[in-house]
């Protein structure tokens, strides 16, 4: 949730961002179980498992220009467990 004292930009502008990424990760969450529900590992799993990667480095970049602690920041975290994830999926099929 956003402060109360921001003015009316940044607080629209953190919205806008909490609701586009929490869509990008519903759409996430819909393509792998897709993957999943059709028992393949095609270029899906790939393409989001390389997304996710994307996001990740943002994420790592993002901390390291704002000089916070990676771990510390939970997009990189979860987008690095999804990762995770992603390559066991790839690996073991």
Known sequence: MTQPNLPLGPK???QFSWNAA????????AGFALAALRGEV?????????????H?????????????????????VLFAAIIVF???????A
């Open 22 to 29: 929490s869509l990008l990760l519903l759409s996430i969450a």
């Open 42 to 54: 095609d270029t899906l799993v790939w393409f989001l498992t390389v997304l996710c990667g994307l």
């Open 12 to 14: 629209t502008t953190m």
């Open 86 to 92: 992603g390559v066991l999926a790839l690996t073991t």
């Open 56 to 76: 990740a480095v943002l994420g790592v970049v993002t901390t390291q220009r704002a000089q916070i602690t990676t771990i510390g920041f939970p997009p990189t």
